[in-house]
């Protein structure tokens, strides 16, 4: 009786209402309860799939399948959407079917409210009912913005028209303003208390924020340009530390990079809200916060894809898709453009006499990467000469469309198996710093959340191993692990590619103790310094520890850092021109880093030979105005041998 006597959907009068954000079909804050159809094709394709830029496998007639497409083709079929509450609604955003097999979409629909689901009301244009364009093809999203908009609880997409060779299928977002009242079935939008500046920002805008937080705290950070973008745009970082600019002995570097794909955004305004947090809670005199920035160097690269991230802001968060700015304006994938060391290493390691020369770490980047037309965008240069500046010890690389952490190696090691684990020699570490942030993310770690689109990550604890997932070359994380010390996992923050702002602050929620405590990871394991017997830094010199096939090399200045969890270990310092030493360290439970220093000592001369006697071909070499003796650095070594740096010189110039 109650849902009889409730008042029929009205129009509101005024002019077309594009403020209203999304309901959220997209980011799952609609739930699949709220979700019903006339009809379904197969369960795989119910109404539950009818979500905007969902995605489906690659083996589809399974249960996540690419869109919501009805039993039967006719003009009967609909869509619904229960707002759980009376609402305003302003809008539609309509899509086809995600699949590699078949087309499918919309081409025309009407749109239908009720306020009880027994009485329906036609949207329409005078006398007649309204008839409005769908969608062209299966990706490119299409907005309805309603000349009027009508308040409501229910609405149906009533399909009138479609792809002739295909069926009645769609994704859709419903755009909508909740009207006060009370209902127990309705959940507010997810906010935050910090007040931070929760909105999208473009290059300027990105700019701006740098600039406020650089003059709020000037002597904690440093704003700096590591290249330009193949249309010019410099690609910012800011940097958090007691002495900005200089690299101090015994300190780790740290480095979160976000927009590598332009339209994965939530990565880009996370950092922007960290530059923010960062600052606002040194000057308050958080604690956490001091320790953080006065024992850490920490570099935030908020957009490594700028040009990417301007096509897709143009379009906005609802017309975006799934791809619009995802590759550079070259038509680069910046995660699958670095240098290919991994199957450099894992075609040594097939060698029947074995690996040989090529090293388990430091692995030199192959001469046909810098040939003239070499495919290598700008900005992968950028960043690959970045991290050869800058001795970083941990890092991160944020993505979107997902909910899970990933971890190397990226690429299989045998390319006609697919979902193959890859693990690295690293793979208890790797797992540990991806366990810690997906633990730590407050939707990641719900066990009882829905799946973003067909993979269940939750089965694993929200991590896996890159390979295992979907096997790549060519990927940040592995060049990061094979060509420096830095470790590296890819995090994949929210289902939502480029949600509303009005999400942004939930986004921040869900992600801030993750952020913070992932950097905190990287004081785990052991450090210290690698000197000669005069008390001189030995840079380049190569720390291995026994039972793991994977050494980290000391910095210019000869301090290094070497991520391990706790345990007992033994662990060598070697450098060219030394004998070699070895400890026993033990990493502890606490969160400090164990400190292992080493003192190396000289080689002597063979015996029966004068070492002051020139070797052949020493004239040569000082007529070259090389040196003539002293020991040769091998190929791969440090660039300063066992020579001593003065510190700060290799993190300057950015």
């Not at 309805?144 to 069926?167: D, Q």
């Not at 200089?246 to 990079?257: A, S, T």
């Not at 320790?291 to 301007?310: E, F, K």
């Not at 897709?312 to 070259?330: C, D, H, I, P």
Request: aromatic share 10%; net charge positive.
């Amino acid at each position: 009786a109650a849902a009889a006597a409730a008042p029929s959907p009205s129009p509101s009068p005024g002019a077309p209402d594009t403020d209203c954000p999304p309901l959220g079909l997209e980011s799952l804050a609609v739930e699949d309860t709220q979700l019903s159809a006339s009809s379904e094709l197969r369960p795989g394709l119910g109404a539950q799939r009818g979500r905007l830029n969902i995605q489906a496998g690659i083996f589809e007639q399974d249960y996540y399948d690419g869109a919501w497409c009805a039993g039967d083709e006719n003009e009967r079929q609909w869509l619904q959407v229960d707002a759980r509450r009376m609402t305003r609604f302003t809008g539609v955003v309509t899509q086809g079917r995600s699949s590699i097999w078949s087309w499918h979409w919309v081409t025309a629909y009407k749109l239908q409210f009720s306020n009880d689901t027994y009485r329906w009301t036609t949207y329409r244009n005078g006398s007649t009912d309204t008839i409005f364009r769908g969608n062209g093809d299966t990706e490119t999203p299409v907005r309805t913005v309603l000349p009027e908009p009508v308040v409501a609880r229910y609405i149906r997409i009533n399909p009138r028209a479609w792809y002739p060779n295909g069926t009645v299928c769609l994704r859709a977002e419903i755009l909508g303003c909740g009207l006060p009242g009370v209902d127990r079935y309705w959940r507010p939008a997810r906010t935050s208390t910090d007040p931070l500046d929760f909105r999208h920002h473009d290059y300027q805008q990105l700019r701006e924020v740098m600039r406020g937080v650089r003059k709020l705290c000037p002597n904690i950070t440093r704003t700096y340009s590591i290249g330009k973008s193949y249309q010019g745009l410099k690609m910012y970082v800011m940097e958090f530390s007691d002495n900005p600019g200089l690299h101090e002995l015994g300190e780790p570097e740290f480095r979160y990079v976000a927009g590598m794909h332009g339209n994965e955004v939530v990565g880009r305004e996370l950092l922007i809200l960290l530059m923010q947090y960062l600052c606002r809670e040194y000057r308050r005199g958080n604690a956490r916060i001091l320790r953080l920035v006065h024992n850490t160097r920490i570099h935030l690269l908020p957009s490594m894809n700028p040009d990417g991230y301007q096509m897709a802001n143009s379009l906005g968060s609802e017309l975006a898709g799934w791809t619009s700015g995802r590759w550079t304006m070259q038509g680069y994938d910046l995660n699958h453009n670095f240098a290919d060391l991994t199957s450099i290493l894992f075609d040594a390691d097939e060698r029947p006499e074995g690996r040989g020369r090529t090293p388990n770490h430091f692995i030199p980047i192959p001469a046909y990467y810098r040939w003239p037309n070499a495919t290598v965008a700008p900005e992968t240069w950028a960043v690959i000469n970045w991290m050869k500046k800058i001795p970083f010890v941990l890092g991160a690389n944020l993505h979107g469309g997902e909910l899970v952490v990933c971890y190397p190696y990226d690429q299989g090691r045998d390319w006609y198996v697919d979902f193959q684990p890859s693990p690295t020699p690293d793979e208890d570490v790797f797992r540990w710093l991806s366990l810690v942030y997906a633990s730590s993310h407050r939707t990641m770690a719900q066990y009882d959340r829905r799946v973003c689109h067909t993979e269940n990550f939750m089965q694993h604890n929200n991590i896996i191993n890159g390979a295992h997932w979907h096997s790549m070359t060519g990927s940040m994380s592995d060049f990061s692990y094979l060509h420096t010390n830095c470790f590296e996992v890819t995090v994949e923050l929210s289902c939502d590619k480029f949600p509303h702002h009005s999400q942004l602050a939930g986004e921040w929620e869900d992600n801030r103790e993750a952020l913070l405590l992932y950097m905190e990871q990287v004081h785990m394991g052991i450090k210290g310094m690698v000197r000669d017997r005069h008390g001189d830094g030995i840079g380049g010199a190569a720390i291995s520890v026994d039972g793991i096939d994977h050494d980290v090399r000391a910095a210019p200045g000869g301090d290094y850092w070497r991520l391990l969890n706790p345990g007992s270990y033994t662990v060598t310092a070697r450098a060219e021109g030394f004998a070699p030493s070895t400890h026993t360290c033990s990493v502890g439970y606490d969160h400090r880093p164990t400190v292992c220093d080493f003192v190396l000592s000289q080689r002597e001369a063979p015996k029966g030979r004068d070492p002051r006697r020139r070797r052949k071909g020493d004239g040569r070499r000082r007529a070259r105005g090389q040196r003539g003796t002293g020991p040769r650095r091998r190929r791969g070594a440090g660039p300063q041998g066992k020579g001593v740096r003065p510190v700060g010189r290799g993190a300057r110039g950015h």
